[in-house]
């Protein structure tokens, strides 16, 4: 009778196992973020979505690759070091750049935290394509550093000021030239302070 019992709760444990698996294979597979695991620094799993993001609809692809392949070459000394630490410990946040098997780069922003994977320690990664919004920075960037050569380069006097106390917030070249005063001295003043009442 306790051999029965015993036969009994070991099935439970098993089936309770494969369904606790179940689910979370289920979770990491369904995932909006690429995971992938490696260990040894080599990829033992990626997920769909993970391989979409690096280019192919074979996740089979990439097992067995060295994980360090998959950085950008510019960024891949940086990142070494985080690959030989991370099973051992989580890294932050990081954004970094992916290179795809066709060579397209992609921007990622990564974590990395310690996991188990068949019994030896291994490093779970979680990657997000940023590269829409990489570009989106990049272009805001531009734009701005386009209108900030515009407003200093003018001949004409120009100044910018907050509309509800009408205080200084910026001067171009052509406004100290014409009034005198210097950055400093205009950005402790208001539009008021350049027409007083007569």
């Known amino acids: 009778?306790?051999?029965?019992?015993?036969?009994?709760?070991?099935?439970?444990?098993?089936?309770?196992?494969?369904?606790?698996?179940?689910?979370?294979?289920?979770?990491?597979?369904?995932?909006?973020?690429?995971?992938?695991?490696?260990?040894?620094?080599?990829?033992?799993?990626?997920?769909?979505?993970?391989?979409?993001?690096?280019?192919?609809?074979?996740?089979?692809?990439?097992?067995?690759?060295?994980?360090?392949?998959?950085?950008?070459?510019?960024?891949?000394?940086?990142?070494?070091?985080?690959?030989?630490?991370?099973?051992?410990?989580?890294?932050?946040?990081?954004?970094e750049q992916f290179i795809r098997p066709d060579g397209t780069l992609i921007d990622v922003d990564v974590t990395t935290t310690p996991t188990i994977w068949n019994g030896r320690p291994a490093a779970y990664v979680t990657f997000r394509d940023i590269t829409a919004q990489v570009h989106a920075e990049d272009a805001l960037r531009e734009s701005e550093e386009h209108y900030r050569n515009l407003f200093e380069c003018t001949p004409a006097p120009m100044l910018i000021y907050e509309r509800s106390t009408l205080r200084i917030l910026a001067t171009n070249e052509a406004f100290h030239t014409y009034y005198g005063y210097s950055r400093d001295e205009a950005l402790a003043m208001h539009l008021t302070d350049l027409y007083p009442e007569e």
């Open 1 to 95: 009778r306790g051999i029965v019992q015993e036969e009994a709760i070991r099935r439970k444990a098993e089936e309770a196992l494969r369904e606790s698996e179940e689910k979370y294979r289920t979770l990491v597979e369904s995932s909006f973020d690429g995971i992938a695991i490696h260990q040894d620094g080599v990829l033992v799993y990626v997920n769909r979505t993970g391989a979409r993001l690096l280019g192919s609809d074979d996740p089979g692809i990439f097992i067995g690759k060295n994980a360090i392949d998959l950085i950008a070459p510019a960024f891949r000394q940086q990142i070494a070091g985080r690959v030989q630490q991370s099973p051992q410990k989580a890294q932050e946040l990081i954004r």
